[in-house]
């Protein structure tokens, strides 16, 4: 793993250096004789990793924070891109999903984190997460008028606020077991991130797969969760999302029939709808989304192997 720390904070050596110390939430610069007087206790620095250091756009990475022995976190708190990380305890450490937007042009960028401990002092410290480039394809897609009004600012951001209160709050432990799958069996029509133009004007990056099904193939939840949404939306049509645990969500659009209902635990595989052509569609297909809080990543990647986490 190349070196990705920068100058402020703890190092991984275990041994604590004058830029570990920080009291009251505030760095102190001490001389050598002073932190050697200080008990141990008062050292407060928390060793942090990216795992993996760097990715695509569109993808995912794990912020795993280890606290200072001895001390009980309270709460930790990360940011990357002004996007907040959602951290939860797993044994001797705390580790948060993070993902990097599919539009992201830059090449590093730094993930901010922040330590609180329960007796009130607190560590930050700032990591840089690599982008790797990448290019996503252009798509033109021709949306008969029948359609067009749907295509409508206010209604766009009214459902995408209805859709983050449902993704507001997850389980804190993972739901999901093993890799996940495909909701239904078909080709990958339109793959994710794609820069869609609708009817010329410029849409958007594509926030999931478009998996080819017929109207009426069954849909199968793609892990294990609990149902958090299930209900018509003008844009989304007949949709699902699936609460996967520790900030992950899938989502199901423009099925054309829902089996499930709010509160549901499903398993994986489990049949949970009907793919269809309801909502914002120019045909049958299911759009099938997995998200880290409201970022869309590659739901592809995550049929590649399990997340342990
Ligand atoms: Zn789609």
Request: aromatic share 8%; proline share 6%; net charge positive.
């Amino acid at each position: 793993m190349r070196n990705n720390r920068l100058r402020i904070g703890a190092r991984n050596d275990g041994v604590p250096h004058h830029a570990d110390i920080a009291v009251n939430g505030r760095f102190s610069v001490l001389c050598l004789w002073t932190l050697i007087a200080l008990p141990m206790g008062l050292v407060i620095a928390a060793d942090l990793q990216l795992i993996p250091d760097a990715v695509e756009p569109g993808e995912r990475f794990v912020v795993r924070v280890v606290p200072a022995a001895n001390r009980d976190v309270a709460e930790v708190r990360a940011s990357v891109l002004g996007n907040p990380v959602k951290f939860y305890p797993r044994a001797h450490t705390w580790k948060g999903l993070a993902a990097i937007n599919a539009g992201a042009q830059v090449k590093d960028t730094p993930v901010y984190v922040k330590v609180f401990y329960k007796d009130g002092t607190s560590f930050q410290d700032i990591v840089t997460v690599g982008i790797r480039p990448k290019r996503f394809p252009t798509q033109n897609i021709r949306m008969s008028s029948s359609k067009t009004g749907l295509m409508d600012p206010g209604l766009l951001r009214q459902e995408r606020e209805q859709l983050y209160s449902h993704l507001a709050n997850s389980q804190p432990e993972p739901l999901w077991n093993g890799a996940f799958i495909a909701p239904c069996t078909g080709r990958n029509v339109s793959s994710f991130g794609r820069r869609r133009y609708v009817n010329g004007a410029w849409w958007g990056q594509h926030s999931g797969a478009d998996i080819a099904c017929a109207t009426g193939t069954p849909a199968k939840a793609d892990n294990a969760g609990i149902i958090v949404l299930a209900e018509t939306l003008q844009m989304r049509g007949n949709t699902i999302v699936i609460d996967h645990g520790f900030n992950v969500f899938s989502l199901y659009n423009h099925l054309s029939s829902i089996h499930v209902e709010i509160g549901d635990s499903v398993q994986k595989e489990e049949v949970v709808g009907k793919a269809g052509a309801t909502g914002f569609v120019t045909g049958p297909h299911l759009h099938w989304e997995i998200r880290i809080g409201t970022i869309p990543v590659n739901p592809w990647t995550w049929t590649q192997g399990e997340l342990v986490l």
